[in-house]
């Protein structure tokens, strides 16, 4: 986790973007994140060296017999790989509309509707929370004249 915590916030470093009209810009996020997993990681660090040995897996009712759903990972794997192929064409709004769609509906979304509209309110609320919001630039695609 320390380690975790300092590449995140190297990787931070290099950022230099404007802050955003709410005085968020696109550092923020990565550095509360990279200075958790440094918190976390020296509690980890004093309860290991306390002699902690940390509590013994516990799953919530998971039947070990049963084989892994290998078909909703590479479904999953599928349409994330296919969301990083269309973002550019396609824009943000329009590509996390069906990736977001894409996901919903192979981890059991049954009213495909409802998960459509769902999946596009929420691919426009991130665009505009980063595009306008942090000041991020993400892909408009077609919609680029529309924004």
């Known amino acids: 986790m320390l380690v975790l915590g300092v590449f995140v916030l190297?990787?931070?470093?290099?950022?230099?973007?404007?802050a955003s009209t709410l005085g968020l810009g696109?550092?923020?996020?990565?550095?509360?994140?990279?200075?958790?997993l440094i918190l976390i990681g020296v509690c980890y660090v004093i309860?290991?060296?306390?002699g902690g040995r940390g509590d013994p897996e516990q799953s919530e009712d998971i039947?070990?017999?049963?084989?892994?759903?290998l078909r909703s990972v590479a479904l999953v794997s599928v349409i994330f790989l296919g969301f990083t192929a269309?973002?550019?064409?396609?824009?943000w709004i329009i590509a996390g509309a069906l990736l977001f769609f894409g996901l919903s509906t192979v981890l059991g979304a049954?009213?495909?509707?409802?998960?459509?509209l769902i999946a596009v309110v929420l691919a426009f609320c991130t665009y505009a929370g980063f595009v306008w919001g942090l000041g991020v630039t993400l892909p408009g695609g077609l919609l680029s004249g529309v924004l």
């Open 86 to 91: 269309v973002l550019e064409v396609l824009g």
């Open 47 to 50: 309860d290991v060296l306390r």
């Open 10 to 18: 190297a990787g931070t470093a290099d950022v230099t973007t404007a």
């Open 26 to 36: 696109p550092r923020f996020f990565p550095i509360l994140v990279g200075c958790a």
């Open 110 to 116: 049954t009213h495909r509707l409802r998960a459509a």
């Open 63 to 69: 039947d070990l017999r049963i084989p892994a759903d």
